[in-house]
């Protein structure tokens, strides 16, 4: 098959560090980033602005920020929760600064998870992020949205497709730059997967380009990304190694590995532009910065 390359978010200074036990130094987090630009990734997600007792790994992140390789290449992507997280996004292009080039925001598809993860039902969600999204607009900063939990809640269950639908609707009346959907506990299966991407699509009709974000928590991450790309999904969330997990989802482990997507999409023929070799020696790298090994399989075969 040689299919239509990807986009590989790479979300591993983020997501991939935000639930490690350990605080990981802010010169650690930049070699790493240093590496993953290194290896082609071009869109990472660097930092998110949340409070730092609930998620201390992220309370240098304006340090992060202000240290970035200033690669016109790259795009750097910075989450954000709610209003006062995208003032704080804002603050780090003042002064001719840089700063991020993108937020990211999320809304939960769950009333009980977005209660413990972000103190929002999901009513509160959508509002509080269309407001997010258009004050970035009124400033000129480019927002995209991620729908979290989209297939199942730590909580209560399955997620019914019409609740992610819903959703998907009243974000893109905000027109973000792309509407993800996230399988943020790990349990659904690729039969699930092309399903509800392929009503996202139709709901879509093309006019917001579509993003993956996978755990591998049941081992289903990698044929998850495989069905989102025969539904049409270009653009997903990895993470170098595997690392990641969210801190408000019970037994939630990691993202799906960079390597293990990239592997998978060139068995295919379909480009990644990432060099699979080069990101796995930084997975080498960072494993002794951990002091353990990454859960990428690839990267553990090599």
């Not at 949340?50 to 016109?72: G, K, N, Y």
């Not at 000129?140 to 609707?169: D, N």
């Not at 960072?286 to 353990?292: I, N, P, T, W, Y």
């Amino acid at each position: 098959m040689n299919g239509e390359g990807i986009e590989l978010v790479e979300v591993g200074p983020r997501d991939g560090l935000q639930n490690e036990p350990e605080i990981i130094p802010t010169a650690a987090k930049l070699e790493l980033i240093t590496r993953m630009i290194g290896y082609g990734a071009r869109r990472l997600e660097v930092a998110s602005f949340v409070h730092p007792q609930r998620v201390p790994q992220m309370a240098d992140a304006e340090s992060v920020i202000a240290a970035l390789p200033d690669d016109p290449a790259c795009t750097y992507i910075g989450l954000v929760l709610n209003k006062r997280g995208v003032l704080r996004a804002l603050a780090t292009r003042e002064g001719g600064r840089r700063g991020v080039d993108q937020i990211g925001c999320v809304v939960v598809a769950s009333d009980t998870f977005g209660q413990k993860n972000q103190g929002q039902t999901i009513a509160e969600g959508i509002a509080e992020t269309r407001a997010m999204l258009r004050l970035a607009r009124a400033e000129g900063l480019s927002a995209q949205v991620t729908i979290s939990a989209a297939f199942g809640c730590p909580f209560e269950g399955a997620v019914p497709h019409e609740t992610v639908l819903a959703i998907a609707e009243e974000l893109a009346s905000e027109a973000p730059a792309e509407i993800a959907l996230a399988d943020t506990i790990g349990v659904a299966g690729p039969s699930d997967v092309g399903e509800l991407f392929g009503k996202l699509s139709t709901l879509l009709k093309g006019s917001i380009p579509m993003r993956a974000h996978f755990h591998n928590t049941r081992g289903t991450g990698i044929a998850n990304a495989w069905e989102a790309y025969r539904a049409g999904v270009r653009i997903f969330d990895a993470s170098l190694g595997g690392l990641g997990g969210c801190p408000f989802a019970p037994r939630a482990t990691g993202n799906i590995a960079t390597e293990d997507l990239v592997y998978m999409m060139a068995r295919a023929r379909i480009a990644t532009g990432i060099d699979l070799d080069a990101a796995i020696a930084a997975n080498k790298w960072f494993a002794g910065v951990l002091g353990r090994e990454l859960p990428s399989a690839v990267a553990r075969a090599a």
